[in-house]
């Protein structure tokens, strides 16, 4: 194709205040450099790239959040002639290559941004007529097979006939670091995305059950890996903690019912100790209300009452369907549905009305504070 350049479009940000706009914007160019290499210009609302694999980095944008679409494009002068000999060219390459053809229905969009000395629809017009004089279609404005997009801009006017979507949201690392514990199954990894795509630079922090559960990295890796093809601009950390010992005292010191119970409330205060070390702001977690037991709303206030910082779960409303729907786009799913064992830890009938003054006592009990530590030495940074 005679594409030379992308075209990037964002969302949100261009709502913020000039101040935050123009750190966000340098941020999202920052986070696109990391991945492509060329030039990269800022206009007007625009983020411009010319780079040296045109190929790579339309599939390395779809993986950078914070751009909402972008478009293959072309540049020519803005004059009818030179416009009209970069639609020829254009529209030749498109038919040549089954793109587009005379039995198909055209629209030509047009939008300007400057002074000139005609009108967009006056431009949509013209180019309209150099496209019908090439394949004779049949102009729908309506519902047409093909659109041909004219952005002038300027002394510069572009051409362009797709529009790709992108992630959306807030380019990573504008919204500070932020905690997630993460695990093999199909929520946490979704949950970890959600709060990138907010902007969010995110550090894993995953407890190995060993022996309740096989004490196995290969999931827990393979998850790591995918997520970091969207942590574009930020470090993306694993650590991993040793937690068979406490779960261990959970169950031989704990009420029986009570051990996901105790064993989810630990996991959030030593999350609240290395964010505290990481300088993270807030905890995240998979957490969907009701979903399993620890995740009633009584166990909810249980489990995370010991936490001063705040615990985020972006997953709270949804339902399992509308999850694994995520994890299918986000492409963790499939390894998330490996074969694993389950945790053996869990109770035949585990405690879903959790009463908050019988879990701290039941905490006291284990002497949590002092197995705490032990897990805290135990932390290791997975690579």
């Keep these: 194709m005679v594409n030379e350049l992308i075209i990037v479009r964002y969302g949100e940000i261009g709502v913020k205040s000039p101040k935050v706009r123009g750190r966000f914007e340098r941020k999202l160019i920052e986070n696109i450099k990391t991945v492509i290499g060329g030039n990269v210009e800022l206009k007007e609302g625009r983020i411009f790239i010319y780079p040296h694999d045109l190929s790579k980095a339309i ?6 959040v914070g751009i909402v679409s972008y478009s293959p494009a072309s540049v020519t002068r803005t004059n009818h002639e030179s416009i009209k000999e970069l639609i020829q060219s254009y529209i030749g390459e498109l038919v040549e290559d089954g793109i587009f053809s005379g039995e198909d229905s055209f629209a030509i969009r047009c939008r300007r941004v400057g002074n000139h000395d ?22 729908d404005l309506t519902h047409p097979d093909f659109e041909l997009f004219v952005e002038i801009r300027g002394d510069k006017t572009y051409i362009y006939h797709q ?10 690392g504008t919204q500070g670091r932020v905690i997630c514990l993460i695990s093999s199954g199909i929520d946490s990894p979704v949950a970890a995305f959600l ?18 559960t096989s004490g196995s990295n290969d999931k827990i890796m393979k998850i790591y890996q995918k997520l970091k093809e969207y942590s574009v601009g930020a470090k993306l950390n694993l650590y991993q903690a040793d937690y ?19 064993c989810k409330n630990g996991m959030y205060q030593i999350a609240e100790k290395l964010a505290i070390r990481e300088k993270c702001l807030a905890i995240v977690d998979g957490s969907s209300l009701g979903q399993v037991a620890s995740q009633t709303l009584p166990n909810i206030l249980a489990t995370r009452y010991s936490t001063s910082m705040p615990i985020i779960s972006p997953l709270i409303g949804m339902d399992k369907v509308e999850i694994e729907d995520l994890a299918k786009k986000l492409g963790t799913y499939e390894i998330s549905i490996l074969p694993d064992s389950d ?3 869990v109770p035949r009938y585990p405690e879903t009305n959790a009463e908050l003054p019988l879990v701290l006592e039941a905490l006291e009990t284990i002497d949590a504070e002092e197995e705490f530590k032990k897990v805290l030495k135990s932390f290791q940074l997975i690579r």
């Design 343 to 345: 945790c053996s830890a």
């Design 244 to 262: 068979g010992e406490f779960l261990s005292k959970c169950i031989d010191k704990g009420p029986e019912r009570m051990t996901c119970v105790l």
């Design 195 to 212: 709060m990138m795509k907010r902007g969010c630079s995110v550090t894993l922090l995953n407890f190995n059950t060993h022996p309740y």
């Design 163 to 172: 529009k790709i979507r992108g992630l959306g949201g807030l380019p990573i």
């Design 59 to 64: 599939e390395s944008l779809k993986k950078i």
């Design 118 to 139: 005609f009108s967009s629809q006056e431009m949509a017009a013209y180019c309209g007529s150099v496209v019908y004089g090439i394949t004779k279609s049949k102009v």
